[in-house]
């Protein structure tokens, strides 16, 4: 069951809706509560923002209220900011709630994976942009005002993306992202330099191409996004360092399980063989892409030393994919640490 409320400061009706909510559990139908919400949103006098930031939420109670300050400190105000808490079951709403920032709008779903909070926030959104934030990373002050520089000079295209760096848990640089050999489109079929955080989209286009909602694509559901949208438009950087991804054991990239890079990477390579775009947009390349991402599967299960027989397997079928795979180097350090 879903449910919404704002920012306690937020005149959307004649009474409180976080008071409602939190006294009434459900009220008629999700459609009537997004009507109760937005009755303001719609009045003549309503200025609709230029961003939406949407920022899914599981069991972030404990650092929500960081990430919501550096939101909120940006040097370009004219954004709306979306926290969709996807089933948590902490006390975040009732932290949320103590936000008193009208520009801050917080909604509860049943948990979906953040491909679903994010298609969720992204349907609610009213900004000429969408970008989509973690919520365990900091935005630094300029996110949003690189962005609307570039914009300004260069018209509303249809997706921009900034560049970031990487600390570790002592707030060390480990990496900076900012350039790519050749384009960003081309520079996706081989890895996805893009965190999630860096990439604005105009919000027809996302509203448009939503998030894999599937839980075997979690970790990977953003990549498969980017490159569906780069068969149809162009990614325009901006190299710039807008904000930090901070690496800690909980990230979902961190913890994944082989098995689950087995069942991610095998939807991930049956989604683009059936994307017809992409073979259009890219020819020659759906056969590499796919190999590639047996051989992803391959070396995962060889460091595990556990599924030498499925090793075996992916391995061949890589080379069955893309006999040119032999030469690659992650297929090489399979085969290494297979035996």
């Not at 520089?149 to 260069?154: N, P, S, V």
């Not at 299960?301 to 890589?318: E, G, I």
């Amino acid at each position: 069951m879903d449910s919404i409320c704002c920012s306690s400061t937020v005149n959307c009706c004649s009474v409180n809706p976080c008071r409602l909510l939190l006294c009434l559990p459900y009220i008629g139908s999700s459609l009537l509560l997004h009507e109760l919400i937005f009755s303001s949103v719609t009045s003549p006098a309503f200025s609709a923002p230029f961003f939406s930031i949407v920022v899914p939420c599981y069991n972030r109670a404990d650092i929500i209220q960081d990430t919501v300050q550096a939101i909120l400190e940006q040097e370009y105000k004219n954004f709306e900011l979306i926290l969709v808490d996807d089933g948590s079951r902490d006390n975040l709403r009732e932290v949320v709630t103590q936000i008193t920032d009208s520009r801050v709008r917080y909604y509860y779903k049943e948990n979906g994976e953040r491909g679903a909070a994010r298609n969720y926030g992204a349907q609610r959104a009213l900004g000429q942009y969408i970008n989509f934030f973690d919520s365990d990373d900091e935005m630094y002050p300029n996110h949003l005002r690189v962005v609307k520089d570039f914009l300004d000079q260069h018209g509303l295209v249809e997706i921009v993306h900034t560049g970031y760096e990487r600390l570790d848990g002592q707030d060390r640089v480990m990496s900076e992202v900012c350039e790519f050999l050749g384009s960003t489109n081309e520079a996706l079929l081989h890895d996805n330099p893009l965190a999630c955080n860096t990439v604005f989209v105009r919000r027809d286009i996302a509203q448009a191409n939503p998030f894999e909602e599937d839980r075997r694509l979690a970790s990977a559901e953003d990549w498969e996004l980017w490159l569906r949208l780069a068969t149809k438009y162009t990614f325009h950087p901006v190299r710039q360092k807008t904000f930090c991804l901070r690496e800690h054991d909980g990230r979902s990239l961190n913890t994944i399980a082989p098995e689950a890079v087995r069942a991610r990477d095998e939807l991930f390579a049956q989604l683009i063989r059936q994307n017809p775009d992409f073979a259009r947009r890219f020819p020659g390349q759906t056969h590499k892409f796919v190999a590639d991402r047996y051989t992803f599967i391959t070396l995962t299960m060889a460091l595990s030393k556990q599924h030498r027989l499925k090793t075996l397997r992916y391995l061949w079928k890589a080379v069955k994919e893309d006999p040119t795979v032999v030469g690659r180097r992650r297929f090489l350090a399979s085969v290494k640490h297979l035996f």
